[in-house]
């Protein structure tokens, strides 16, 4: 699994090998982190 930036979507882009979570902060103001906790994944976003 690999987790990356750099190409920014909407909302997070899960697939079975990664997972986007470049949600454009720079544009959109929304910053989002994964995390990561055995088999368990989750999100957290913020907004301006």
């Known amino acids: ?15 079975d090998n990664r997972i986007g979570i470049d949600t454009g902060a720079y544009y ?3 910053l989002t982190a994964l995390g990561l906790e055995g088999t368990q994944r989750w999100t957290l976003q913020t907004t301006e």
């Open 1 to 15: 699994m690999v987790v990356h930036g750099h190409s920014i979507a909407p909302e997070v882009d899960e697939r």
């Open 28 to 30: 959109s103001g929304q």
